[in-house]
């Protein structure tokens, strides 16, 4: 059984062992707690840990608190021998620690495609296309899709295309101008969206793949025959049976991609999820989670999305984490939670709370007049060595801490930051930690250390 060295301050020395001695037995190894020369393990730097702690024997791996300073190469070139890491940033955290590192080594694969549209594309100077699909590519894009505007034939569609591809990006048009699709895949288009009745016959001479809609949304109209064309000419493509909005018939679309898997098993088909995303009065990372697990339980390999609307403007990398949610959740038979804190953005997964007791064992502890801030059970609670104050109101609790400190400027618009915080996070349901930012998932800012 491998013995752990877990590393801490002498505030959170109690919490820590507490902790571990619950987690231990589950998580099969033995431990140390090494205790730094130090209040707050936090405010500890990894070169000043070389130089005031040293390991004991035995000792396989040692846990760093996560929100210490420095880098582990540091004590690495002191301790070689010795595996050295950086936990959680709260302690409270140690039990998700030591499950989510058994999973690390399979998480993270997928198999749905994003196709990500750049609406109106035409519009767009190229510098400003070149400049969003570098981005969406960041994000997770693995095509970028080109919006043309219907109506209008786009005579640069060729020299974007290539200047796309000459950036090492993927592309497909969007498109039924076939004179558009023609010159967009000479140019390097991969696939063309979309194809039915009205331009099929175009299709052959594209050499690309291409999207097979129905002719109207509602029963699939003319789908059959489109795809029986493109099979008799030997054109690849994938079924998009086009997904509605809501009130406009979504859950008979639904339904559509259903009997579409159905009659066709071995098809490649694509959802668009902009109909939904754009069209739904409700932030997007949720509704992308879900589409992802409809695709990703039907094997719909591609999907294609937009960020137009303000609340859908990271749809790319919501769907970039969902598919990969997803794809651990369906290959590993396990249901899609407590693995994508990334995709959490409004609340936070679960409270981390001291509760009544903690803080009270803290605010016995503390000696000096440094202000700890803390956000729980509907309180924020303001504790140091000559107070512990608690309220709802920040202007109220700080009256009451002008009234028995001396607070000068600086220090106050740091206090009122902090509260602000503090008051958010009570609002949201969300877990605050003193000065670190609060969690919004992959929207997380972290904050710079204003304190070294």
């Not at 021998?81 to 959680?88: D, S, V």
């Not at 767009?124 to 981005?135: I, N, P, Q, V």
């Not at 859950?251 to 559509?256: C, D, F, I, N, Y």
Request: proline letters at 6%; aromatic letters at 8%; glycine letters at 8%.
């Amino acid at each position: 059984m491998p013995h752990l060295l877990f590393l801490t301050g002498k505030l959170a020395e109690p919490a820590l062992r507490r902790t571990l001695m619950e987690l231990a037995p589950r998580a099969g190894f033995e431990y140390t707690v090494g205790v730094l020369p130090i209040t707050v393990a936090a405010l500890a730097t990894t070169p000043w840990i070389a130089t005031h702690f040293t390991p004991p024997a035995g000792v396989d791996r040692m846990i760093l608190p996560g929100l210490c300073h420095g880098s582990i190469d540091v004590l690495q070139q002191v301790w070689g021998n010795l595996l050295i890491e950086k936990g959680p940033n709260d302690l409270r955290d140690l039990p998700d620690f030591f499950g989510a590192e058994k999973d690390d080594a399979v998480y993270g694969g997928h198999d749905i495609e994003i196709l990500a549209e750049i609406n109106h594309a035409p519009r767009h100077s190229r510098s400003d296309l070149l400049t969003r699909a570098r981005k969406a590519r960041s994000d997770g894009a693995d095509v970028i899709d080109l919006g043309c505007d219907p109506g209008t034939r786009w005579a640069g569609i060729a020299d974007t295309v290539k200047a796309l591809r000459d950036e090492g990006l993927r592309v497909s048009l969007d498109t039924f101008d076939p004179h558009e699709a023609a010159a967009g895949a000479r140019a390097g288009a991969e696939l063309i969206l979309s194809v039915n009745r009205v331009n099929r016959v175009a299709a052959a001479d594209w050499g690309c793949e291409v999207v097979a809609i129905p002719d109207t949304p509602a029963g699939c109209t003319g789908l059959a025959d489109t795809v029986d064309y493109l099979h008799s000419k030997n054109v690849p493509f994938r079924i998009d049976p086009v997904l509605e909005p809501i009130a406009f018939g979504f859950a008979e679309s639904l339904g559509r991609y259903l009997e579409t898997r159905k009659k066709y098993p071995q098809v490649e088909m694509m959802m668009g999820v902009g109909n939904l995303t754009e069209l739904t009065d409700a932030d997007s990372a949720g509704i992308n989670v879900l589409l992802a697990g409809f695709c990703q339980e039907l094997s719909i390999h591609s999907v294609l999305t937009t960020e137009v609307i303000n609340w859908a403007q990271s749809s790319v990398r919501e769907l970039d984490l969902a598919r990969r949610l997803i794809h651990f959740a369906c290959q590993e038979h396990q249901l899609p939670k407590r693995r994508e804190p990334n995709l959490i953005l409004l609340r936070d997964p679960k409270l981390r709370e001291h509760g009544e007791a903690g803080l009270r064992e803290l605010a016995a502890s503390v000696s000096d007049r440094n202000f700890r801030l803390f956000a729980e059970r509907g309180k924020l609670h303001v504790i140091n060595g000559a107070m512990w104050l608690q309220g709802t109101d920040p202007f109220e609790l700080f009256a009451q801490m002008q009234q028995r400190a001396d607070i000068d400027p600086a220090h106050a618009f740091y206090l009122g930051y902090e509260l602000a915080k503090a008051l958010t996070a009570l609002t949201l349901g969300k877990n605050y930690v003193q000065d670190q930012a609060l969690c919004w998932g992959f929207l997380t800012l972290p904050e710079k250390d204003r304190h070294g």
